[in-house]
C-alpha cells in the first residue's frame, strides 16, 4: 500500500509543479544570479558534455510538447532577443521546479519507511538530476545567443 501512496503523492508533486512553474513570474528570475548563473567549475555549461549529454538530453520528455499552456523549449529558426530572453528564463523555472521536485520528494521516505522509501526518493533524485543538468547545460549557451542578437539590435 506504500507504494500507491508513494506514486499518488510523487504524481500530485507533479501535477502542482506544473501549475507552480506556470504561475510563476519570470521577472523573478535571473540567469546572472545565484543559483542560475554558470558557476566556474561548470565551464559555460561545457562540463556536462563529460557525460555526454548532448547526444542524450533531446531523448527525455519534454512537458512543453505535451502541454499547450507552456512556452515551447526551443530556438526557432530565427530566433530574437526576446524569445532568447524567454527560454532563458524558462530554463531558470524549470531548473527551479525541478530542484523543488527533489525537496519535496523526501516525504516518501515518511510515507514508506525503510529501504523501499529511501529507493523511491532515490529514484526520484534521478528523476529530476537529468532535467537539472539539461538547463545548466543549454542556459549558458542561450545567454551567449541572446547576448550576441542584444547587439545586433
Not at 32 to 60: C, M, N, V
Not at 88 to 115: D, N, R, T, Y
Not at 119 to 127: K, W
Amino acid at each position: 500500500m506504500e507504494l500507491v501512496y508513494c506514486i499518488l503523492y510523487i504524481a500530485a508533486l507533479g501535477i502542482a509543479s506544473h501549475f507552480l512553474g506556470n504561475a510563476l513570474p519570470r521577472r523573478w528570475f535571473d540567469e546572472t544570479r545565484f543559483p542560475y548563473r554558470s558557476f566556474s567549475w561548470e565551464q559555460e555549461g561545457q562540463i556536462y558534455r563529460k557525460i555526454r549529454i548532448q547526444s542524450w538530453k533531446d531523448r527525455l520528455p519534454d512537458m512543453s510538447k505535451i502541454c499547450r499552456d507552456m512556452v515551447r523549449k526551443e530556438v526557432k529558426s530565427r530566433p530574437t532577443a526576446d524569445s532568447t530572453k524567454r527560454l532563458i528564463q524558462e530554463s531558470c523555472v524549470a531548473e527551479l521546479v525541478h530542484f523543488l521536485l527533489i525537496f519535496a520528494s523526501v516525504p516518501v521516505m515518511v510515507i514508506w519507511k525503510g529501504a523501499w522509501g529511501k529507493l523511491v526518493f532515490v529514484l526520484c533524485i534521478l528523476g529530476n538530476l537529468p532535467f537539472l543538468l539539461i538547463q545548466r547545460y543549454n542556459r549558458p549557451r542561450l545567454c551567449k545567443l541572446y547576448r550576441r542578437l542584444s547587439k545586433q539590435n
